[in-house]
């Protein structure tokens, strides 16, 4: 049995719309997955981010994703 991973990170809209949301391509190679994150840096740091970014990735993107693990460093917005 195989499996890929993606690798998936998300800023605020301070960000901007080339860095808000970037992924890597899906892949069981180690060495892919160190290269993607190699060329992410960290940016922006206005409170909450936007998460909502990658739920819309996976659900109009990737729709036949298995499983989903989200690791944050801060809240995501909120509709308010």
């Known amino acids: 049995m195989s499996f890929e991973i993606q690798i998936a990170t998300y800023r605020n809209y ?18 892919d997955l160190i290269n993607f994150l190699k060329g992410i840096k960290a940016q922006g740091g ?3 981010e936007a998460i909502e970014t990658l ?19 801060a809240i995501g ?3 308010d």
């Open 14 to 31: 301070s960000s901007g719309t080339e860095k808000i949301f970037e992924s890597s391509p899906f892949s069981n190679k180690a060495n």
């Open 46 to 48: 206005q409170v909450n």
């Open 55 to 73: 739920f819309h990735h996976i659900l109009y993107t990737e729709p036949d994703i298995g499983q989903l693990i989200v690791i944050g460093d």
């Open 77 to 79: 917005n909120s509709y």
